[in-house]
């Protein structure tokens, strides 16, 4: 029998996913049902007599001021901005459209080359920043249009964009990441490490799939007939657009792991690195920096709307026993440690259908940390292991982010059901890649324990 | 007997031994002792209010009571980096029995009750190591320019030096430490030090902790919600808080020396400070001591009583204990 | 070679990346004056990141270059990207750039939409700033009384300033979303009369 506080713990759950598929803003649902549940409680506990856990007055709305503080005064989320920044700016410094242009000459007369210079494109641009809608527009607009003249097959060509410019959030430097490593209180730079590996292996699935699919399938991927020869000029021009991403990279990731910089400096040098990039291709302007200003802001104000309505929500769940409760229930799972991981990661990737990795992690990370914990699992590798499959969320529909990035910039003659139909390779790579890092946690652990080795 | 039923959010995770620890040991007693009638739950560092925002929150009134070392407050209430650890002070026997027979109980509650608040002395430990370092420290003058971490009074002794000096929270030092960021760190006692790694990114361990010769904890109990409480009540949880004491001292004391021998084994080079070193450091808390005595009241008059009582049992202290190293010198 | 760039078109790509949920509602005289606040603050948010990008650098010279290093410089970066992060909730509010489900809801009437908008403005986001401003001031006013300060040493003083954006931010937020209301009033029941032009 269920007491009167896992009664409103369900109720809150419930109600919350009500009102977001209202359309309603996921972070003003999130603060509202919080706001709206304590008050309910309270109600309960002083006049119908119920047990509410340690949720009993109004100081809940004390606490809840003293969450949005540390908020504030987390100096490790500085990060976020700066990469966030780094990203928009890197979309406007014309890096990419030089890399596109040398690769379509010098891949593109292979079959399936096209898309192999897309996930080479992808990953370089994912190393560098992570701002997957950035990525994902920015390769579907200078991509898509050659690939279909080119004869691609619709689907396939969208689901090589949207995956490609996915990898960003998973190959640091990556938001996503920094988030995570917040809420389960371990150092960004090992977490940094301990998903690069995976990123990179994910990419190279990415690679065999389209060789394999387009040799296989001749229709899918054709090779045009009038390209002009390969010159060492173009091999050196195409080298030369490389030398940028890679300089950007080696100063962010490059820093960090070699025991440079922090993560909040190096996200600083690299949000000027791009500047400087975007200042050397003739790109600055103040135009521009205006521009990237407000989407700094805007993008950044999103993500911390999320986080401020989901400390909220934390921190209603927590003091109505909702923590006690779910690892209860987890706990109670009749699988072993690693059944039980594997059903929060099968929790994560249905919700992925519908909720992005944002609410994912804030909403799940805090409620299953103690579980994962108690458990006594590295939480470096559960956390990738977390990331990889919340990569899923980002190309399942009906809501996945990149799909509606990829729909808004794609020709006309894409459509929606051509995407969903050209991702589900990819996102069946993409569980494959989890069921790898699950069985195999030295590719998440092994980079790190290298770094220690004085 | 009082129902008690509050949440404890605490500013060290559960895991870190006798400076976690004691608390939820705290706890299951008081449950054990109360049948149940006292239940104090801990909360982890974060889950509840921010890890070093739990005097405020008691003071407050957001939430019932709190665990901290109280050197976190000394933004707010100098005089706290006292009761917290003083550098050159009193050592964890001799902090008890400046509270319980010296007056230091009073001042407490003199320092705190005007911010609302009730702190109960539940959880004094032995020195922290002085440092862990990426170089070997010489002279005072290597640590001119390091970045360093140190937290309270501490840290602005270490600054005297002319060391940079921030207060990163535990979980980042290991990793600060390693990439460079940070050239050295204090943190907690050797056993805590060990767990978060720090002999495998700094070969330099330096002792005496002379900047916390003890650490000091407290339940911070909101000042009104004590009042409320019936004396049985009170009586119990203050009789627990003293047996956590013991408990404490005695469980940092048993696994230090282990741990140092185990440092050794594992290459790390464990350096005590030359008798010059020793000389700089005092005399820079001397000037630090004396600039903050004159700035705060509190600070000045808890800080007299402290060292008048460390003055009066400095004949005790130095003819009625074997000197701390007579094996060493019998030997030699 | 041939062509070694690809022209991109910014509008383009501006227009991909805005939310196809967004919600448009007629403009009227007294939100066009909160609003017009709104985005003059907003303006001065948006260059807030391009001064901390400088900052950071500045700092990470000063550190590695010369060898110096200044507590408050670096508690000035967490400093400004709170005050980004915290009024551009309500600048995001402002341009409606929070994040929406809207699988569901985007088969749903216009008008049905803007009644579940304007409910979620008075019964959650409302109450949610009215009893967060509540406990904001005095959690403010208790960090002024005490005279708070950072305790780490040569830290920055008066720390009631920085708490006190949570206040400043708030009722930013309020505005913003009291504007949005008085929006959607307009187009729900034509009070307070739209304005003509778009
Ligand atoms: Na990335
Ligand atoms: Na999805």
Redo the contacts with the bound molecule.
Sequence with gaps: MLEVNEILVIAMLVSFIALIFTGFPVAWALAGISVAFSFVAIWGFEYLDWDTYFLTDMRIFGVMVQRIWGQMSNWILVALPMFIFMGLMLERSGVTEKLMANFIQLFGRYRGGLALGVVVIGILLAASTGIVGASVVLLAMLSMPIMLKQGYNKGFASGVVASAGTLGILIPPSIMLIIMADQMSVSVGNLFMGALIPGLMLGTFYIIFIIVAATLFVKLAPAPTDLPPVTLRLVLSTLWAVVPPVLLILAVLGSIFMGFATPTEASGVGAFGATLLAALNGRLSWAVLKEVGMKTTLTTAFIFGIFLGATMFAVVMRQLGGDEFISGLLQGLPFGPGGIVLTILFIAFLA?????WLEISLIMLPLVTPVVAALGFDPIWFIVLFAVTLQ??????????S?FYLKGVAPKEVTIFDIYKGVIPFVLLQLLAVILVFSFPQLVLWLPGQMLVQ | LDRVRWQIPMSFASTLTALGDTMPWVADQLRAVSDGAIDLRVAEPGALVPALSIFENVADGNIDAGYSWMGYEWGTVPAAALFGATPFGLESVEFLAWMTHHGGQELLEETFHPYNVHPILCGTISPETAGWFRQEMNTVEDLQGLRFRAAGVGGEIFAEFGMSVTLLPGGELYQALETGTLDGTEFSLPTVDEQLGFYQVADYLYLPGWHQPSTNQYLYVNLDVWNGLNDQTRAIIEMTCMAGNAYAIARAEALQGAVITSFEERGTNVRTYSDEQIAAFYEATQAVMARNSERDEMFGKVYASMMEFQAELRPWKEQGYLPRDWQSRIED | MGKSDIDIDPAQVEQASARGHALDFPRTRLSDAIEAVIDVVGGVINWIWIVLVLVIVANVVGRYALGVNYIWVEEMQWHMYAVGFMLGIGYALRHDAHVRVDVVAMNLRPRTRAVIELLGLLLLVAPMVYLILLYAIPFTEASFNRGERSSAPGGLANRWAIKGVIVVAFVYLGLAAFARAVRICALLFGVPRPRASR
């Excluded at chain 1, 399942?396 to 982010?401: K, Q």
Aim: aromatic share 24%; proline share 12%; net charge negative.
């Design positions: 992925g259908f519908f909720l992005d899923t969320s980002f190309l399942t529909p009906p809501v996945g982010f799909l």
